[in-house]
């Protein structure tokens, strides 16, 4: 029997060897040393040349990437391979910090995209092949219109710039304009998912303690809320790292406008993204067969996730992003209730006698 393979969203990877095509969305799924590999890191530091525009904000990352360096005790840490600086030198990973002044500005601003062209084009910068931008306060007053013209921008960055890949990100928490915030960053969300972008979702990580505690109303220092502009009921990364062992669960850091642990969670999803960019998987999930015979429709899903499957199959395994499983079901069933599931990525595991596969699908 011939082996096909029908593609009903835009969703699905598809792989031939280590290459598939999805959205990559970095959030706090992500925000975990475990399971990126030594092998991963390496390859990101040979083949990645960074350049990342930011301000006070986008700098929590670079700061928790550099005290990372030399946590030789830390959970999961694989030794002192998390060196990075400008140039590349001693194997360590090149970002070019600040490669150019400013962020990603407010309501329209555009300077950004204009400063990038130019840095672009200049010979010295030929090997640049990651460029990401962050935001500092402008989603807290921004529009749709707004968002919009950032999203218009970069994909046109993507179209003149073919070899360079363009990170999107999304605003801090901002409890005082949390509606504003929320729904200029699920806009953002919404365009990387739909047109299979790459997201570092800045937002998301600042919403979730690292045992996977959600909190709804956050503030970028991590003060966590009743209510938007409601009563502060506590701080979950200095509840966090209260309970846990510094240099062991945790590191200290002074990253500008939050806690320690925001800027470990932030430095951790950086080396995923990293990873991510220079061919890794992003999960220790068995890996795909492209020839695996298996639909699922809709893509996006709401609730009901239906299959259709062209051979015998075990049972089906729900994973997120990071591969956790959530939750398995018979291989006779032709529908999987997903209604539980938050809006995200996740990843279906088909298991069968003779051959096993992965389709990615997405909750809406």
């Known amino acids: 029997m011939k082996n096909s393979l029908l593609l009903t969203g835009i969703f699905f990877m598809f792989f031939s060897g280590n290459l598939f095509s999805q959205a990559i969305i970095i959030d706090h799924t992500c925000a975990k040393l475990e399971p990126i590999t030594e092998a991963a890191i390496n390859q990101a530091k040979q083949s990645l ?11 929590q990352l670079i700061t928790g990437m550099s005290a990372l360096v030399g946590q030789t005790n830390l959970n999961g840490y694989k030794g002192d391979i998390y060196n990075w600086n400008e140039g590349g030198t001693n194997g360590a990973l090149d970002i070019d910090d600040y490669f150019v002044s400013g962020d990603l500005g407010h309501n329209g601003d555009t300077t950004w995209a204009q400063n990038t062209r130019p840095y672009l084009d200049n010979s010295n910068n030929n090997d640049v092949n990651v460029v990401i931008w962050s935001w500092c306060g402008g989603v807290s007053d921004n529009t749709q219109a707004g968002i919009q013209i950032y999203l218009d921008k970069m994909n046109e960055l993507e179209q003149q710039y073919p070899n360079v890949k363009f990170v999107y990100m999304t605003g801090h928490s901002d409890i005082w304009s949390d509606a504003t915030v929320k729904a200029s960053n699920q806009q953002i969300k919404d365009y990387c998912i739909a047109n ?10 600042e919403r979730y303690n690292p045992d996977g505690t959600f909190f709804e109303f ?9 209510a938007a502009g409601g009563s502060l009921l ?8 209260n309970s846990h062992t510094e240099g062991v669960d945790w590191y200290d850091c002074s990253p500008a406008h939050t806690r320690a642990l925001n800027g470990n969670l932030k430095a951790y999803a950086a080396w995923w993204l990293w990873c991510r960019l220079a061919g890794w998987e992003g999960t220790e999930v068995e890996a795909v067969h492209h020839n695996t015979e298996i639909n699922i429709f809709p893509n996006p899903v709401d609730d009901i996730l239906s299959l259709k499957s062209e051979i015998p199959v075990d049972k089906f395994e729900i994973f997120d992003i990071s ?3 959530i939750f398995s079901v018979s291989g006779n069933e032709n529908e999987i209730n997903v209604s539980n599931l938050k809006p995200g990525v996740y990843l279906l595991k088909i298991v069968s006698k003779d ?3 992965i389709k990615q699908f997405v909750k809406k």
């Open 323 to 325: 591969g956790k499983m």
């Open 49 to 59: 040349h960074i350049a990342y525009g930011h301000t006070s904000h986008g700098s």
């Open 218 to 226: 956050t503030n970028d220092n991590c003060d966590y809320y009743d």
């Open 234 to 241: 506590g701080n979950w990364a200095t509840e966090w790292q």
């Open 196 to 205: 299979n972008k790459i997201l570092y979702d800045f937002y998301d990580i």
């Open 355 to 357: 051959k096993t596969g």
